[in-house]
């Protein structure tokens, strides 16, 4: 019996208690009678959990026991919150929870020899790429809001850049781990500046650089962000230089000048940010709202089921896309600044136990790729509560295992995927440095 | 690489602090201001989701009540004005899309039921549902609809009544009036409408030079100060030189030597202006700033809405510093400008023996449970006056009715007091600038010897005296007040 599973499991409990309150609460606004439906729900999205914790047990057994937890508490939360929009969506999303379990589920089957990732790099790489690329095809390519962010084929609709952004974290973890070495010996000193060695620094900038191009030619702001702060924090984690940091962030300075004036879709969404006031009842709308809806929440929230989604009578959005890009602005202004801080202590703690992993983690690779899978994790939680509370400008990106959205919810599975499997070797070789000879002589 | 991975993650430790700092701004700091700005909408669209409470006249007649429309979610309740633009001024209105105005307004927070946030949430736990109170007014509808219909006859104008020993208003009618049922669907109409301006309540917010009324206001001060009593004479010639510029009584009648009733009784002008300059700035600007002068009336109306009265230049208020014709300030000439209700509380304090009370509309608020949650405690405002003073004004009042310039004012087997007034007011934009143009006032209470009711009435653009189109109004609206006692 592993204590770490048995950990796990009674952190599910709580879990699954706080669903299972939610779906009343939400249950009692809608309707005078409160019928035993919420009890339902929160009795199969704990067997839902149970079944995983099971398999993880048997699969991974030291694997770190308290994100399963944390995310399970993550989408039980948007599984209310999207209900409380709209119970047709929360059906679609409870679907979406259940296929990326499985995904979760194979990712662990398939990929327990992860350092595999390391030989297809170029690979993964490339299919990364395309899948950045595949929005803007004719044909699959689906246009929202003015950015090409999904594809369809036949009846499967996906928005690729939640998938792509693995790709990209898993070559460059891997690319690192083998450079690291010659970036750091062979930088050179230019002009009181440390310079990475261009012959090993450039295969990296020509996958970044393309990845970058790709984000901006298909409009995808948000994730360009996301995806640019995970190399800086490869980069600095891997070679130690915080030149490196400095010299990336003066490219992005002049990369984003570079863009806000000459592309008019980033352009619009810098001047949004600044000047929301200009145009209230059009460009400004959402971020407004948003702010607004927030406002309105104060200290402790108005309710689960309390706020305003629409305008009363109409089908209009008080708060557009409040099962997306605005829910955290819903958030706050149902359970309050405090049930807010509780969202992103949520996002923190998870952060926490992913770059614990990365610290137990033995060989570079690990390391590398448990740091840039929790570091993209996270800039994405921040690319959208920052763009909805006005840090930045407001970009699409989803609040991770919150929002409505298949891919989203699927990928971030087959993250935590990823991040439990070199949790389980890492632990497993912490606690017993010599494990594996040792047991297989006594056994 | 575990020391970067430290910092890395110290590095979104403040990232995700920035995030709670930003959520504080705008979830606590910042929320009121948010809450009021023009483009949010949300404020009222909630609001909108609570039965607002009713708004009901003094015998329980229902001026204002929300009705809901649509179901579930779209649910959302509608205001609704069943006596239409009886009540326009003062209660205003309250639409989502025009936000409210005056009463609507000011008593916001109660007509919806707004608690603190702790018991909010309290209510949340328990499953309350928000919901707002009634609020029953001092307003009597028989007196509102005869002053309204009077008003209509005479011409733009208002018309306020006050109970002297408690202050509650209990006529408030401006004409133009308006329906607040058509808010929604003529708001620019009746927003933009120079010359009849609908919405702009002219008793409170109305400007209009007092002429003789503010006699009241100077025999006042002359008696309160000591400069003069009821038996001393002054000599009253029919013509007067002040700076520059002759002073004349009407027809320029001349008096000789007269006291206060003779004076008053027949608004002789070169007495009173010579009584405000014995009197000087600051014996005057003091009388006048304890009858409510130079402030916002203490009213139960939302403070944009209510101006105040005072000598006025360049839209600033003088005060006793300021250089002054005394001896037109004095019979309320001069850059001397009142509102009704202004003038109705020097009219409800000289007929409480003094004591001026704060004017207020709300009687009373009831909870959905039909408990008496708050009643109005009437007030002192000040004391402009003892009641000696009070007493000797009324005595010279009742002469103005009797037998002097108000007679049309007197009610068969009522004791009135009261004074006329007519300014001119020649080419006035408002009248569409005629050469004849006058504002014509009455100011007065009854009974005089136990007065119940204090009114100021007031009629725009006429080409006739106070006691022609004023008078007339004020004995229609007390009658109905007293016959109701």
Redesign the interface.
């Known amino acids: 019996m592993s204590s770490a599973r048995n950990r796990e499991l009674a952190a599910l409990v709580p879990v699954a208690i706080l669903l299972t309150a939610g779906f009343a609460a939400v249950f009692s606004q809608e309707s005078t009678r409160l019928d035993n439906l919420s009890l339902i729900y929160g009795a199969y999205f704990l067997a839902i959990c149970v079944v995983t914790h099971i398999y993880l047990r048997i699969r991974l057994p030291d694997a770190d026991p308290y994100l399963f937890p944390l995310v399970a508490l993550l989408t039980a939360f948007g599984l209310v919150m999207i209900y409380r929009i709209d119970d047709s969506l929360a059906r679609d999303q409870a679907n979406w929870f259940v296929l990326g379990l499985i995904l979760f589920a194979l990712t662990i089957q398939f990929l327990r020899d992860y350092e595999v990732l390391e030989r297809y790099r170029y690979t993964i790489a490339a299919i990364g790429l395309l899948m950045l690329l595949a929005p803007r095809l004719p044909g699959i390519g689906q246009q929202v809001n003015g950015a090409y962010l999904g594809i369809k084929i036949g009846p499967l609709a996906f928005q690729p850049a939640e998938f792509s952004k693995i790709a990209i974290v898993i070559f460059l973890a891997s690319y690192l781990r083998e450079n690291r070495e010659v970036l750091i010996v062979g930088a050179r000193r230019v002009l009181g500046v440390t310079l990475p060695p261009l012959k090993h620094f450039g295969p990296m900038l020509v996958v970044w650089g393309a990845s970058m191009f790709m984000l901006v030619f298909i409009r995808d702001l948000g994730s360009s962000l996301m995806f640019f702060a995970a190399f800086l924090a490869l980069l600095y984690v891997a070679t130690g230089r915080f030149s490196f940091v400095v010299i990336g962030m003066a490219m992005f300075t002049v990369g984003a000048w570079f863009f806000a004036s000459t592309v008019p879709h980033v352009h619009d969404r810098v001047e949004i940010w600044l000047n929301p006031y200009v145009d209230p009842q059009g460009t400004g709308y959402q971020i407004l709202q948003s702010i607004f809806a927030q406002a309105d929440g104060g200290l402790f929230g108005k309710g689960f089921g309390e706020s305003l989604i629409t305008i009363p009578g109409t089908h209009a959005a008080l708060l557009p896309a409040a099962q997306t890009d605005t829910i955290y602005s819903l958030i706050v202004n149902e359970v309050g600044l405090f049930g807010a801080c509780g969202v992103i202590l949520i996002y923190l703690l998870i952060a926490a136990r992913g770059f614990k992993i990365a610290l137990l983690a033995s060989d570079g690779f690990s390391k590398l790729l448990a740091t840039g899978l929790t570091a993209v994790f996270s800039i994405q939680a921040f690319v959208i509560i920052g763009g909805v509370t006005r840090v930045i400008p407001l970009t699409g990106v989803t609040l991770p295992f919150i929002s409505y959205g298949g891919s989203s919810i699927v990928a971030n599975f087959v993250l935590l995927a990823l991040l439990l499997l070199i949790s389980d070797r890492a632990r497993r070789e912490a606690t017993q440095p010599r494990g594996r000879a040792l047991s297989l002589g006594e056994s | 690489?575990?020391?970067?991975?430290?910092?890395?993650?110290g590095f979104?430790?403040v990232?995700?602090a920035?995030?709670?700092g930003?959520?504080?701004y705008?979830?606590?700091f910042?929320?009121k201001a948010?809450?009021e700005?023009?483009?949010?909408?949300?404020?009222l669209?909630?609001q909108?989701?609570i039965r607002r409470g009713r708004i009901l006249a003094a015998d329980g007649t229902v001026i204002a009540k929300s009705v809901g429309?649509?179901k579930g979610?779209?649910?959302?309740f509608v205001r609704r004005y069943p006596e239409g633009s009886l009540y326009g001024h003062p209660i205003g209105y309250s639409f989502v899309k025009y936000g409210d105005s005056e009463f609507e307004q000011f008593h916001n927070d109660q007509l919806i039921g707004e608690e603190s946030?702790f018991s909010s949430?309290l209510d949340?736990l328990l499953?309350h549902t928000q919901e707002g109170n009634d609020i029953v007014t001092n307003l009597d509808p028989v007196a509102q609809r005869v002053a309204l219909s009077d008003l209509e006859e005479a011409g733009f104008g208002a018309v306020v009544a006050l109970e002297p020993s408690t202050g509650e208003v209990k006529v408030m009618a401006s004409n133009k009036p308006f329906d607040p049922n058509r808010v929604p669907y003529e708001f620019g109409k009746l927003s933009t409408n120079e010359i009849e301006r609908p919405l702009y309540n002219r008793a409170t917010q109305g400007q209009y030079p007092p002429g003789s009324t503010f006699k009241v206001v100077t025999a006042a001060a002359g008696l309160e100060s000591g400069r003069i009593t009821p038996e001393t004479t002054i000599d009253a010639p029919g013509t007067l030189e002040v700076e520059g510029q002759p002073l004349n009584n009407d027809f320029s009648e001349s008096f000789g030597p007269i006291a206060l009733d003779t004076a008053l009784t027949n608004s002789v002008n070169t007495w009173f202006g010579q009584l405000g300059q014995q009197l000087g700035n600051d014996q005057l600007f003091e009388t006048m700033e304890k009858f409510g002068f130079n402030s916002i009336p203490p009213i139960d109306l939302p403070e944009d809405q209510v101006e105040e009265s005072g000598v006025f230049s360049e839209g600033r208020a003088l005060t006793a510093r300021d250089p002054v014709d005394l001896a037109r300030v004095a019979i309320g000439q001069e850059r001397l400008l009142a509102t009704p209700l202004q003038m109705a509380m020097v009219a409800a304090a000289v007929a409480n023996g003094g004591k001026l009370m704060k004017p207020q509309i709300w009687n009373r608020v009831i909870d959905p449970d039909g408990r008496v949650v708050d009643r109005l405690d009437p007030s002192e405002y000040s004391q402009p006056v003892s009641a000696k003073t009070a007493e000797e004004l009324t005595t010279a009042m009742e002469g103005v009715v009797t037998a002097g310039t108000g007679t049309n004012a007197a009610i068969p087997g009522v004791q009135v007091a009261g004074k006329t007034g007519t300014a001119e007011t020649p080419g006035n934009k408002a009248c569409g600038g005629g050469v004849d143009e006058n504002q014509a006032w009455f100011i007065g209470f009854a009974p005089a010897n136990d007065p119940k009711i204090a009114i100021a009435a007031s009629v725009e653009c006429t080409e006739q005296f106070g006691n022609d189109v004023a008078a007339p109004i004020f004995r229609d609206v007390a009658e109905a007040i007293l016959n109701g006692e």
């Open positions: 690489m575990n020391r970067q991975i430290v910092k890395l993650f979104i430790v990232l995700f920035i995030l709670v930003f959520t504080s705008w979830s606590v910042d929320a948010l809450k700005k023009q483009a949010n909408k949300r404020p669209l909630e909108q989701q429309k649509g979610d779209a649910k959302r946030e949430i949340q499953g």
